[in-house]
T-cell receptor
């Protein structure tokens, strides 16, 4: 699986959009981009994933650049409860859900 | 649809005792994963299992740790002769078969404290 690079921490004002970047310059054509988050003392939570088109669900939007070398997770109206560590992971879709490897992630602080 | 269920949520063991952590995957899920998270550290992959098979145990410590996912019943992570360094949160995750098997869903974790 391709390596990802994320900033270690970010701040966001409550009610504003939180834009979390992720670089994955070695991504292969068949690798998906996944985002998870972990709120303190809870199990990690799946947020969204995509291949090359932008994706949106009830939690967030995922914007993937045309060359697929980077992506941005957007929380449109961040709340205090969105304070968490956010993980960007790239995975091959066809070889199975083995061994999802979590990096250090980005620690997002949403401030009132 | 119930999520991934882990129990116990909190477990205290004395050094040298055994710890058994249980995980029931989401309904319809046939893949189970165990992760460990030491205090203030990241998630570390331990083992990946399907029913009655260990697929990848590359993250399991060589001694004292074992995992199983029997044909019937929950997956069990077993830690024998626990030491203080085993104190951690242990997360189980599951994923469905087929094309969506890369999306894994986590339980709320089991917190092991060794005294």
């Amino acid at each position: 699986d391709a390596k990802t690079t994320q900033p270690p921490s970010m701040d966001c004002a409550e009610g504003r959009a939180a834009n979390l970047p992720c670089n994955h310059s070695t991504i292969s054509g068949n690798e998906y981009v996944y985002w998870y988050r972990q709120i303190h003392s809870q199990g990690p939570q799946y947020i969204i994933h995509g291949l090359k088109n932008n994706e949106t669900n009830e939690m967030a939007s995922l914007i993937i650049t045309e060359d697929r070398k980077s992506s941005t997770l957007i929380l449109p109206h961040a709340t205090l409860r969105d304070t968490a560590v956010y993980y960007c992971i790239v995975r091959v879709a066809e070889t199975g859900g083995f061994k999802t490897i979590f990096g250090a992630g980005t620690r997002l602080f949403v401030k009132a | 649809n119930a999520g991934v269920m882990q129990n116990p949520r909190h477990l205290v063991r004395r050094r040298g005792q055994e710890a058994r952590l249980r995980c029931s995957p989401m309904k319809g899920h046939s893949h189970v994963y165990w992760y460990r998270q030491l205090p203030e550290e990241g998630l570390k992959f331990m083992v990946y299992l399907q029913k009655e098979n260990i697929i990848d145990e590359s993250g399991m410590p060589k001694e004292r740790f074992s995992a199983e996912f029997p044909k019937e019943g929950p997956s069990i992570l077993r830690i024998q002769q626990v030491v203080r360094g085993d104190s951690a949160a242990y997360f189980c995750a599951s994923s469905p078969p087929g094309a969506m098997r890369n999306t894994i869903y986590f339980g709320e974790g089991s917190w092991l404290t060794v005294v």
